[in-house]
């Protein structure tokens, strides 16, 4: 298993050029230096929780989201509840009444 300062490193600089962010742009979003940026990026770095924490909500991503080396390590509830909670209510009922549509269509095959 791969060092967990490797494993957030490489998720900051993921979900940051994802996001199209710079560096720059990232250290002023999470109030963080630039310099603090770039060695968290190369792992060289251990931070916070506070900072972790500020690093998670400049990039949107739950925080969880940077600590699993790829995303098919993250629990299925917890990418869902991910979705969900980015939208409003009437887009969370369609979500749902979706997913249990399409789970009961599922049942019938």
Excluded at 21 to 37: C, F, G, P, R, Y
Aim: aromatic content about 6%.
């Amino acid at each position: 298993m791969k060092d967990i300062r490797y494993i957030i490193a490489d998720n900051v600089k993921l979900y940051r050029k994802k996001q199209n962010l710079t560096q720059i742009e990232l250290a002023e979003k999470a109030e963080l230096s630039v310099d603090s940026i770039k060695r968290i990026e190369r792992g060289s770095r251990t931070m916070s929780l506070e900072n972790f924490m500020r690093i998670a909500d400049a990039l949107a991503v739950p925080l969880s989201y940077l600590l699993y080396e790829s995303l098919s390590e993250i629990p299925i509830t917890e990418r869902i509840l991910n979705v969900l909670n980015s939208k409003n209510a009437k887009q969370q009922e369609y979500l749902v009444h979706m997913l249990e549509e399409m789970s009961f269509g599922m049942d019938r095959l």
